[in-house]
């Protein structure tokens, strides 16, 4: 879990029910799983339920989900500090996102980030809500790698993701498993929900080559990527 939760985040006053949560949701994970929250104060959860309702039509939650799906991505750059530091802070840094700044003030997050060597980092418990996939955001964990087109993912980080999906099939229903630039799979099903058809972007992580290998390891869980 988080031992040092209240030294990380030292602007968050907590309140009990938070700090339950936090304390429950983050016992029991494995011993390779180490510990670098991003902020989960007031303002995310706020900003949460905010998108919550208006991207996905869905309310009276919580900021929470109920995991039924992983989504694979990359960060887009090599660096495990600068990846954490983006997902830090609750709300969008005033420039630089303006391709998602329109739809939502929430900052994107993702539940774990996992370094180039491997090291697997939990950012939030796997029942808080992330922005980090459009349409699917309310019930799919996010898994953020540290890479790039230009350094693309390792076979450590591959070991690292299964690990961590295993993980999660033992505690949820988990039936789905995707990269994120397949999240496209899921338009036009129930799945996914965003109420602005015109929201939407391109993305190319993490790439076919590093899914295959992953659903290959995965075979025996059986989970699907797409709604068919």
């Known amino acids: 879990m ?3 939760l209240f030294t990380i985040i030292r602007p968050i006053k907590m309140n009990k029910a938070l700090f339950v949560f936090l304390a429950i949701a983050c016992a029991c994970s494995p011993e390779q799983f180490r510990e670098k929250p991003i902020v989960w104060d ?3 959860m706020a900003l949460s339920e905010e998108y919550m309702a208006e ?4 309310e009276g939650v919580g ?4 995991p039924r799906m992983v989504v694979v991505h990359w960060t887009a750059m090599n660096d495990l500090e600068k990846s954490h530091e983006i997902m830090y802070p609750a709300a969008l840094p005033g420039a630089g996102r303006g391709d998602i700044a329109s739809a939502s003030a929430l900052n994107v997050g993702a539940h774990f980030l996992v370094d180039r060597d491997g090291s697997i980092y939990r950012q939030l418990p796997d029942t808080a809500f992330a922005r980090h996939v459009i349409g699917l955001n309310y019930l799919a964990v996010g898994i953020e790698n ?3 087109d230009d350094a ?4 450590e980080q591959l070991k690292a993701n299964e690990t961590i999906i295993r993980y999660l099939h033992n505690k949820y229903p988990l039936e789905y498993m995707i990269g994120h630039h397949e999240y ?7 799945l ?3 109420t602005d058809e015109s929201y939407r972007t391109e993305k190319t992580d993490p790439g076919d080559d590093f899914m295959q290998k992953l659903r290959e390891n995965l075979r025996d869980l059986n989970l699907k990527k797409s709604a068919d």
Do not use: A, Q
Not at 63 to 66: L, N
Not at 184 to 190: L, P, Q
């Open 63 to 66: 900021p929470y989900i109920t």
């Open 152 to 155: 693309l993912l390792t076979k």
């Open 2 to 4: 988080f031992p040092n």
């Open 55 to 58: 991207r996905h039509g869905i």
């Open 146 to 148: 540290v890479g790039s």
């Open 184 to 190: 496209n799979n899921f338009r036009g099903t129930t």
């Open 42 to 44: 007031e303002e995310r």
């Open 192 to 194: 996914f929900k965003e």
